[in-house]
């Protein structure tokens, strides 16, 4: 018994590898080439040390492309000489192309393959070359995957016109039974401010990086129905699912006087159906908590009806926002994204056995 508890205490990690030894990636990009391969681009995280810069600077970043039948021969398909290292992934880009023909086989990869897992975001790039994504401009940040990760941490808080979904909820929302996906969205945009940060301190990569030809702007959504892309909302239809959703974490909302802003603190959302004739009625409710930030300076907030009047434009411009929304998913994706189904099925079990195909 004392050999086998001292044995605990020399524990170690028989598995370990040394992290000169790994090719660690921080961003994927899916893509299906003509021959009907698979192609998937990494963006390899150069260590210290590495070789490769002038000057003594090491560049941040490799790009390393490799191709197979499948989306597991595609990962293996490494010429860097080292192990890959997935567990610092940050974000999966699949492109519009992959996404439309399907993205089955990759999601039934990343559920079972030891060297995935469910925690990078998962986003469609939008733009006709998405390789140019790597050679965009990224804000303050080097490299692709940080640069997702980063706006992640403060965009929903801001705006919360983007979504940002993980791998882990892409899957779980595939095979939910009454919503359909989303997944985030970046698009490769020219870049007409080339000169931002010319004055900036920083050296001559901080200048290179946001005078790039090309820029990534994250807003807006890519809707799914099952596995396949049938369409995109823009930012402000975004930041309406946002609300349906209960995503929303913080935004500013103009109204169309022009003269007078809310910031909404926080929000709740709630979906009641009913059925009616074999007819489905979804009333959504929303509450909000508001906080006047800039006010139309003819307007007396003192006074109570002037108060009013500014609460009653917000609320109709938030139904206008929340209805163009909902039309666009039902009319045009013809997609359950905001998981009205869910809702159905719940409160109408034995009704919903019958509606859920339609």
Wanted: charged content about 25%; overall charge negative.
């Amino acid at each position: 018994f004392f050999c086998i508890f001292i044995a605990t205490t020399f524990s170690g990690c028989w598995s370990r590898m040394e992290p000169k030894n790994l090719s660690i990636v921080n961003s994927a990009l899916w893509d299906i080439i003509a021959d009907g391969n698979y192609q998937l681009t990494k963006e390899i995280l150069s260590l210290p040390g590495s070789s490769g810069g002038k000057g003594g600077e090491e560049k941040s970043t490799k790009i390393l492309i490799g191709k197979g039948k499948t989306p597991a021969e595609a990962a293996r398909d490494d010429l860097s000489g080292k192990s890959v290292f997935g567990g610092n992934l940050k974000v999966r880009l699949f492109t519009e192309k992959l996404a439309k023909i399907g993205t089955l086989p990759i999601l039934d990869f990343f559920s079972r393959d030891h060297i995935t897992d469910e925690t990078p975001f998962i986003v469609v790039v939008r733009g006709e070359d998405p390789q140019r994504i790597y050679s965009s401009v990224t804000g303050l940040s080097n490299v692709v995957g940080d640069y997702i990760e980063d706006l992640s941490k403060t965009q929903p808080k801001i705006k919360s016109q983007a979504v940002f979904i993980t791998s882990f909820e892409f899957i779980k929302e595939f095979y939910a039974v009454g919503k359909q996906p989303v997944a985030g969205l970046v698009e490769i945009q020219k870049n007409d401010a080339k000169d931002y940060g010319s004055s900036m301190s920083g050296g001559q990569d901080a200048q290179d990086n946001s005078q790039g030809e090309y820029k990534l702007v994250y807003a807006g959504l890519a809707a799914f129905k099952d596995d396949k892309l049938v369409g995109y909302m823009d930012a402000t239809e975004t930041r309406a699912y946002n609300f349906i959703t209960n995503r929303m974490k913080g935004t500013v909302i103009s109204l169309p006087d022009g003269q007078s802003a809310l910031k909404v603190l926080k929000s709740k959302s709630s979906m009641k159906a009913d059925i009616e004739n074999g007819q489905v009625a979804i009333s959504v409710n929303l509450t909000a908590v508001l906080s006047d930030i800039e006010a139309d300076p003819n307007i007396d907030l003192k006074d109570i009806d002037c108060f009013k009047r500014v609460e009653a434009g917000f609320n109709k411009q938030l139904e206008k926002e929340i209805l163009a929304s909902v039309q666009k998913a039902q009319q045009e994706f013809r997609s359950d994204i905001f998981g009205f189904g869910i809702s159905l099925h719940i409160q109408h079990p034995r009704e919903w056995k019958q509606l859920q195909e339609n």
